[in-house]
């Protein structure tokens, strides 16, 4: 049995419109907010929490109304198609109330930006879930490791493309001394590649078709459903499995925990124990990012072989590791060096076992007809933590610089010890019948 490729990375183009729209989103939005409409930090960070606060009531609330949605082009397509658009629209607009706002600074302009920038993020969270939640419905239970491997791939090219269209477009030749930059050629291209990657999306999967396929083969396969019937005719999860569920849930929030603490706030950390700028910062960081897009097959295929939840487990040993160094050599030493990169680097391959296996855990506890529920589970529990930790991790940076390290190992460390529970949800790599049925979805 193996992973219809070409098929996982067409169902990835959802993710990698998704990613180029939030590393934008990331990057532009503080700087209009602040040089723009100069709203001072408090204020601004507020507006940038809100999408991961919207997030914890609209990703599990959408993914479950599209479990329940029934259309001829699928139930997450119709998701997709409808908040791209609304966000293509909606994302276009707000150059424009930018630009405004600069050459006739009024407070309706201030508003309707506000506004606009809230309806955005609605039109985001309407169709994020559905979009994850389409590669698990096409993919078998036990191949879902290796489909998320290459969806967290595509996830990382369409950053990729973001920052290459922003350096082009806006090298620091062209910017620096501006009283205001003009965003809205930037925001057209984004929007291209959002368009472009839906509309290849939909033309070339057939999510019904797809859906029905998997359907047909996982019924041939009872032991890959954890659900079982109630006596009623419904499926519900057994107590075991739903501690399970608990307990990686748990898992996902505390190692969340960890890992935003560090990205969050490593620059300023940086900054004030070894006296780095930006770019020193910013290149640890990226590292970190190549050694998980580099890791991201390797490590799907590794799961395959051992179990998600020792691949994982590696992970969380390996990542509370490379923090705990990251704390000896930021106290050591007075320049980042070789060896932070490597560091780094391990720090990247740490989390993509983490990251590739977490969510094909979670959906691998659930019948079909609620992958989109349990998907909002899963981003629940991680925009949960990444709603909390900066607040809690900045508060300890109060007391002391050297806190963040320690702070993101302790509850890396803990999450290790939930996972000592979660026996359900790890990938069973043989079938005992059935596999012909398969290899004729391959084509």
């Known amino acids: 049995m ?3 490729n070409k098929r996982t990375i067409l169902v990835g183009l959802a993710f990698l419109s998704i990613s180029a729209f939030w590393q934008m989103y990331d990057s532009i939005i503080p700087l209009i907010l602040t040089n723009t409409f100069h709203l001072n930090e408090t204020f601004s960070g507020a507006i940038m929490a809100a999408d991961n606060i ?10 479950s109304i599209s479990d329940r949605t029934n259309t001829r082009i699928g139930k997450r ?12 629209i909606l994302v276009n607009i707000l150059p424009l109330l930018d630009n405004g706002y600069a050459t006739a600074p009024s407070p309706f302009k201030t508003a309707s930006f506000i506004i606009v920038l809230g309806l955005l993020l609605i039109a985001m ?9 389409l590669m698990p419905d096409v993919t078998p239970k036990p191949l879902r490791s290796k489909g998320n491997a290459i969806i967290n791939l595509m996830g990382a090219v369409g950053g990729i493309l973001y920052l290459i269209v922003a350096a082009v477009m806006y090298p620091n030749s062209k910017v620096q001394g501006l009283d205001h930059v003009n965003y809205q050629p930037l925001f057209i291209v984004v929007s291209a590649i959002m368009f472009l990657s839906i509309a290849v999306l939909f033309m070339t999967t057939k999510e019904p078709e797809l859906a029905r396929k998997n359907h047909e083969l996982e019924e041939r396969h009872p032991e890959w459903d954890l659900a079982q019937d109630d006596g009623s005719g419904n499926e519900v999860l057994p107590a075991p499995v739903k501690r399970s569920l608990g ?14 603490a560090v990205t969050t706030w490593f620059t300023t950390y940086i900054g004030q124990v070894m006296g780095e700028g930006l770019g020193g910062a910013s290149t640890c960081l990226m590292v970190a990012t190549a050694g998980a897009i580099v890791s991201y097959i390797p490590i799907g295929s590794l799961a395959a072989k051992i179990g998600r939840k020792k691949t994982i487990q590696f992970g969380i040993i390996l990542l ?3 923090f705990l160094l990251g704390y000896i050599l930021t106290i050591t030493f007075t320049s980042i060096n070789i060896v932070m990169y490597i560091a780094f680097a391990a720090v990247g391959l740490a989390w993509a076992a983490i990251n590739v296996n977490s969510l094909p855990m979670v959906v691998e506890m659930c019948k079909g007809s609620d992958i989109g529920k349990f998907t909002g589970y899963y981003y629940t529990a991680s925009m949960a933590a990444q709603v909390i930790t900066p607040i809690a991790a900045g ?19 803990c999450s290790f010890v939930t996972m000592l529970f979660v026996r359900h949800g790890d990938v069973k790599a043989k079938a005992k019948r059935g596999l012909e049925a398969f290899e004729e979805m391959e084509d």
Request: glycine share 8%; net charge positive; proline share 6%.
């Open 320 to 322: 509370a590791c490379c």
């Open 54 to 63: 919207l997030a914890l009531f609209l990703l599990p609330l959408f993914g």
């Open 247 to 260: 307990f990686l849930l748990a898992s996902i929030a505390l190692w969340f925990t960890g890992y935003n």
């Open 395 to 413: 508060s300890l940076l109060r007391v002391s610089y050297h806190t963040l390290f320690p702070y993101a190992t302790f509850f890396v460390a």
């Open 125 to 133: 969270g309407t169709y994020r879930s559905p979009a994850v939640a």
């Open 77 to 88: 397509m119709p998701f997709i198609l409808f908040g791209t658009g609304c966000a293509i």
């Open 2 to 4: 193996k992973l219809n």
